[in-house]
């Protein structure tokens, strides 16, 4: 059935904004997965990277524009010469390439970072946005520090880059200073006051320093923006961006108020919420809106009841519109193959021949200590399986000793780049008995910024997930395992950020922008 409204696009910038945020960061492969999962959901533009950053961007950007073909690819750009014309290399090959241009305009920006006049600044915009056009008719500016930039400054740029080519005006709120009337109200400010603002599409990037920019984001929407820039968990620069799920459930909720629509296909976005987990290793809150664990959990009786009675009363949008299953089938043990494969589809995964292969044998071996699978345990073993490559560091068997008597000790074996290595360390405890056997392995001995475990789901025989955070050479990875025993889901996650760093070290830092 066709959606009745103007459409809001979304534009996806969490290959490129969400990167930057700490202990995020991802390779090609990673990023591809990421970005063939927005695809599927619809979105309309996609942020692949920052290509003048690094190598390592440029090459991911390059690769995405050549993969992704049912969306728009953007590469974000300064307004130079040089950052235009690599951002055009890198996205050159896609189906519809977009350049994203930006520099600040905010007095304060121009002052202590840029140290130029509002008149050099002008100029620099409208030139940017003229040698992008000579590549392309697809073109994006961003007069950063907007809602902080002196208003009639902010107009005469804004209509100055629409006549110079520009098809999109993003207008950000980088350090998350407004509120939402605030931000509504510049919003209808700028479609009143710039005579030719008909000619472009106006949109918003909001981050989350107050805890706004989902509300921000909507407010511009209810003032005529028709594309917001977000993110998969709202995760970025600092507090974040704002959240693709909440902008586009928003909408889609709240259709009698907006009277306006998006082309995501909802029912991915639970997976694609996980799957960003899984990847960067950045939990998601447990009370977070749309794909927080306790999003559709309801524990009080009163809610219980009316839940029991009739699911509106406390349920706005039904789990299954966001792509979370209630299906009361328990996998166990017993389950067989196809039984796997068939619940692997209904959750949105195509596994097939040898990694359905792996993914059972791993699933059997979880089965034969847990009573039930649940589809987060799942979820955890596709990852696993099917997301493996080159590895300097691998985790082979770990035994530990602990106890309100015992030193604690921990002894591992492991691979390292190929060769069989045992080691043994002591602690203060059990998890810092396997980290120091792990550092001495290695040879490593990096800083640690973080360590937590949770549970995948109830029940005292959950997969636990440990996240461990390492820091080296300036840079910071986060690691991610999995496993029934806590200790041993340490360990792999230890292990996994060791590798994370491997891969990191192959590239130079990226440059916080926008």
Known sequence: MEEKGQQVFIFDTTLRDGEQSPGASMNTEEKLR?????????????????????????????????????????????????????????VAEAANPRIHTFISSSDIHLQYQLKKSRAQVFDEAVAAVAHARGYTTNIEFSPMDATRSDRDYLCRMVEAVIAA???????????????????????????????????????????????????????AVRNGARQVECTINGIGERAGNSAMEEIVMAIKTRKDLFGLHTGIRSEYIHQASRLLTQITGVPVQPNKAIVGANAFAHESGIHQDGMIKEKTTYEIMTPQSVGISDSSIVLGKHSGRNAIASRLKEMGYEVAGEQLNRVFVRFKELADVKKEVFDEDLESIVYEETSRREEKYRFVYLNVVSGSQAVPTA???????????????????????????????????????????????????????????LKFNGRSAMGRGAHPDVLVASAKAYINALNRLEWLNEDRAKVPVV
Not at 205 to 216: E, I, K, P, R, V
């Open 34 to 90: 990421i970005a063939r999962q927005l695809e599927r959901m619809g979105v309309d533009i996609i942020e692949a990277g920052f290509p003048v950053a690094s190598e390592g961007d440029f090459a991911s950007v390059k690769q995405i524009a050549r993969e992704i073909r049912g969306a728009q690819i953007a590469a974000l750009a300064r307004a130079n010469k040089n950052d235009i014309d690599r951002a055009w290399q890198a």
């Open 165 to 219: 080519g520009a098809t999109t005006v993003n207008i950000p709120d980088t350090v998350g200073y407004a509120i939402p009337d605030e931000f509504g109200a510049l919003i209808a400010l700028l479609f009143q006051k710039v005579p030719n603002i008909g000619r472009a599409v106006i949109s918003v990037h909001c981050h989350n320093d107050l805890g706004l920019a989902t509300a921000n984001a909507l407010a």
């Open 411 to 469: 002894t591992m074996q492991m691979e390292v780049d190929g060769q069989m290595v045992q080691d043994a360390g002591f602690g203060v405890g059990p998890v810092d008995a396997i980290f120091t056997a792990i550092r001495k392995i290695t040879g490593t001995n990096y800083p640690l910024l973080k360590y937590a475990v949770n549970a995948v789901t109830g029940g005292t025989d959950a997969q636990g997930e440990a996240t461990v955070q």
